[in-house]
Nanobody
Framework: QVQLAESGGGLVQSGGSLRLSCAASGRTFSSIALGWFRQAPGKEREFVAAISRSGTRTGNADSVKGRFTISRDNAKNTVYLQMNSLKPEDTAVYYC?????????????????????WGQGTQVTVSS
C-alpha cells in the first residue's frame, strides 16, 4: 500500500506560479513511479506529468509542456509539480498517483489505469 498526500494548491492569478507537493508513505519511495493528473468540473481526469522511479525520465502533456515541471526527491519521499505561466484553463483538482508496476527505473506511465494509488487531490484555481 502507498499513501499519498498532496499540498500546495490554491488561488493564483493568470501568469502566476504554484508548486504542488505530494508526500508518499507505505512503500520504498524509489520503488514507485509517480504521476500528476487533473480533473476539471464536467471533464474526465487527464494526464499532466509523470516521472520514472529513478527520476531520470519524465513526460508532460502537450498542454503543459514548457510550463510545468515534475521532479522527485527520493530522500524526502516527495514528488513535486512546479507550475509556471498558469492559465485559467489549468483550473482543476490535481491528483498525485503512484504505481509499482514493472521493474524499469526509466519508465514513466501516462494512463490513469496504470496507477494503483491516488491522493485525495488539491484544488488549483487560476483567475483571469
Amino acid at each position: 500500500q502507498v499513501q499519498l498526500a498532496e499540498s500546495g494548491g490554491g488561488l493564483v492569478q493568470s501568469g502566476g506560479s504554484l508548486r504542488l507537493s505530494c508526500a508518499a508513505s507505505g512503500r520504498t519511495f524509489s520503488s514507485i513511479a509517480l504521476g500528476w493528473f487533473r480533473q476539471a468540473p464536467g471533464k474526465e481526469r487527464e494526464f499532466v506529468a509523470a516521472i520514472s522511479r529513478s527520476g531520470t525520465r519524465t513526460g508532460n502533456a502537450d498542454s503543459v509542456k514548457g510550463r510545468f515541471t515534475i521532479s522527485r526527491d527520493n530522500a524526502k519521499n516527495t514528488v513535486y509539480l512546479q507550475m509556471n505561466s498558469l492559465k485559467p484553463e489549468d483550473t482543476a483538482v490535481y491528483y498525485c498517483a503512484a504505481t509499482n508496476r514493472g521493474y524499469s527505473g526509466i519508465t514513466y506511465y501516462v494512463g490513469p489505469s496504470e496507477y494503483d494509488y491516488w491522493g485525495q487531490g488539491t484544488q488549483v484555481t487560476v483567475s483571469s
